[in-house]
């Protein structure tokens, strides 16, 4: 059965801190790792990682792969409190099908 | 504008009573897909489909039913609604950039 596990399930952060947010994972024939960003609606799409060692960045986020060690992170730095959400990490495996983590929720206080 | 569309977006109704919940994708993507999400337990696949009538079951179809008649229709029926149903619901669209609806918030009493 896929896994994915995230970690920490919740951080508290102060403005212009930098976070990091862990994912391992778990599954059969792994074919993508991909990250989301929930606030208080559908989950919008913000990485896919596919090759382990290749930086993905997008302004104050970016995000690596390990498929050796089977985990991922997301990097923000000088968090704002726009950044507060949840961050979701979910792979695709055999047949395409999509396993989520339980997500971490990061509030970015003043 | 790309987008998924799911209604309704809130739904309450009784043990038993079937109910479908309609999802519209105008990005003419395959793959499209149904979760629930609940507190603590994060987004489960109920269901997915490759394509026009193919589909194929998620982590937890059980009490579920889908159908892909055309590309842009995936509508989630619930045949005999139970209270462990009552859930967040998403339809998304896309493989690997998914495009979430805006949620179908039911509550089965």
């Known amino acids: 059965e896929d896994k994915v596990v995230q970690s920490p399930l919740s951080l508290v952060v102060h403005e212009g801190d930098t976070v990091t947010l862990n994912c391992s994972y778990e599954v059969t024939n792994f074919r993508s790792l991909l990250w989301y960003k929930q606030e208080k609606k559908a989950p919008t799409f913000l990485f896919m990682l596919?090759?382990?060692?290749i930086e993905k960045k997008s302004g104050r986020l970016s995000s690596i792969l390990d498929k050796k060690e089977l985990f991922s992170i997301l990097n923000i730095t000088a968090t704002q409190t726009g950044d507060s959400a949840i961050y979701l990490c979910?792979?695709?495996?055999?047949?395409?099908?999509?396993?989520f983590g339980t997500g971490t929720r990061l509030q970015v206080t003043l | 504008e790309a987008q998924v569309t799911q209604n309704p977006r809130y739904l309450i109704t009784v043990t038993g009573k079937k109910l479908t919940v309609t999802c519209s994708q105008n990005m003419n993507h395959e793959y499209m897909s149904w979760y629930r999400q609940d507190p603590g337990l994060g987004l489960r696949q109920i269901y997915y489909?490759?394509?026009?009538?193919?589909?194929d079951k998620g982590d937890v179809p059980e009490g579920y039913k889908v159908s892909r008649k055309e590309k842009r229709n995936f509508p989630l029926i619930l045949e005999s609604p139970s209270p462990n149903q009552t859930s967040l619901y998403f339809c998304?669209?896309?493989?690997?950039?998914?495009?979430f609806g805006p949620g179908t918030r039911l509550t089965v009493t």
């Open positions: 489909s490759m394509n026009v009538e193919v589909t």
């Open positions: 596919t090759s382990s060692g």
């Open positions: 998304a669209s896309g493989i690997y950039e998914q495009y």
């Open positions: 979910a792979v695709t495996g055999t047949a395409s099908k999509l396993t």
